[in-house]
C-alpha cells in the first residue's frame, strides 16, 4: 500500500500522559525545593520556602516600578530582535542565494556564532555608551547569528521549480523575496527568530546585570546584591513565564505549532 505522508494527530490519552507527566515533574521538583528549603542544609534563605516566594512574587506583582523596568526591558529586547532579526534575514537569504558568498563567508557565522557575546560589551560601551544603546546592540549581535543560519539553510531547502516559477514571470528581487522565498521558508525563519529571541533575551539581560539602573536584569542583579533572595526567585519566575510565552506566541503567529501537530 502507497504511503500518504500524512502524519496523524497524537492521540488524546497520548496527550493526557504527556500532561500527567509535565505536571508530575513540575510537583516533583516543588516538592523537592521544599525540602531542601526546610532542611536547613543550604545557608538561610539562599533556598527559600515556596510561601515566602509566593509573596515575595505578590509584592512584585503588586510594584508599580516593576512594569517600569519591565517595559524598558521588553524595549530594548523587541528593538534588538527587530534589527537583529532583519539583518539576520537579509544576510541569511544574501548567503543562502549565492554560493560563492555562502562558501567565502558561512563559515565565520558558525564560528562567531557561538561565542559568548558578552565579552563584545566593553566594545559596545564604547560605541553607544552605557545607555539603552548597548544593551540592544548586545541583543541584535546576540539573535542576529541563528537568524542568519536559519535563513541560509530555509533558502537552500527551498524546491528549484518555485524559484523557477518566479524567475519565468519575471518577478523584482524584491518580489522573489515576499512572494517565493519567504512563504517556502517560513518554518526555518519562525525557529531561527524563536532561537534569535531566547539569545536576545539572555544578552540583554546579562548587559543590564553589568551596568544599568533599570531594567529587570538590574533589579535581579540588585536584588542579589542586597542577598534579597525572595525577590530575585520571584523576578527569575515571572521572566521565565514571560519568555515561554512570548516565544510560543511566535511559534503559534508563524503557525509552527499547528505544522506540528497536523
Known amino acids: ?71 524598558v526591558t521588553a524595549g530594548e529586547i523587541g528593538t534588538a530582535l527587530l534589527i537583529g532579526g532583519l539583518a539576520g534575514l537579509a544576510v541569511g537569504i544574501l548567503l543562502g542565494a549565492n554560493p ?54 530555509g533558502m537552500r531547502g527551498i524546491d528549484q521549480v518555485l524559484i523557477r516559477v518566479g524567475r519565468s514571470f519575471r518577478l523584482t528581487a524584491w518580489q522573489m523575496v515576499t512572494k517565493i522565498y519567504l512563504p517556502a521558508m517560513r518554518l526555518p525563519v519562525i525557529n531561527g527568530v524563536r532561537l534569535g529571541l531566547g539569545v536576545a533575551i539572555i544578552g540583554t539581560l546579562l548587559a543590564e546585570t553589568k551596568l544599568s539602573n533599570k531594567g529587570v536584569g538590574f533589579l535581579i542583579i540588585n536584588a542579589y546584591s542586597t542577598f534579597n533572595m525572595p525577590r530575585m526567585y520571584a523576578l527569575l519566575i515571572v521572566l521565565f513565564v514571560l519568555s515561554i510565552g512570548v516565544n510560543a506566541l511566535v511559534g503559534r503567529l508563524g503557525g509552527v505549532d499547528t505544522i506540528r501537530r497536523a
Open 1 to 71: 500500500m502507497a504511503e500518504t505522508g500524512v502524519t496523524t494527530a497524537p492521540t488524546a490519552p497520548l496527550i493526557g500522559r504527556v500532561t500527567l507527566v509535565r505536571v508530575a515533574i513540575i510537583l516533583a521538583v516543588l516538592v523537592i525545593w521544599e525540602a531542601i528549603a526546610a532542611s536547613g542544609l543550604l545557608f538561610r534563605d539562599v533556598v527559600p520556602s515556596l510561601t515566602v516566594i509566593g509573596s515575595a512574587l505578590a509584592t512584585l506583582l503588586s510594584d508599580p516600578s516593576y512594569y517600569f523596568n519591565l517595559g
Open 100 to 153: 560563492l558568498l555562502a562558501q567565502a563567508y558561512e563559515s565565520f557565522l558558525y564560528y562567531l556564532g557561538p561565542t559568548p557575546k558578552i565579552i563584545f560589551f566593553p566594545v559596545m560601551i564604547m560605541w553607544f555608551g552605557v545607555g539603552p544603546g548597548s544593551k540592544v546592540a548586545m541583543g541584535v549581535i546576540s539573535c542576529f547569528f541563528p537568524v542568519a543560519l536559519s535563513a541560509a539553510a
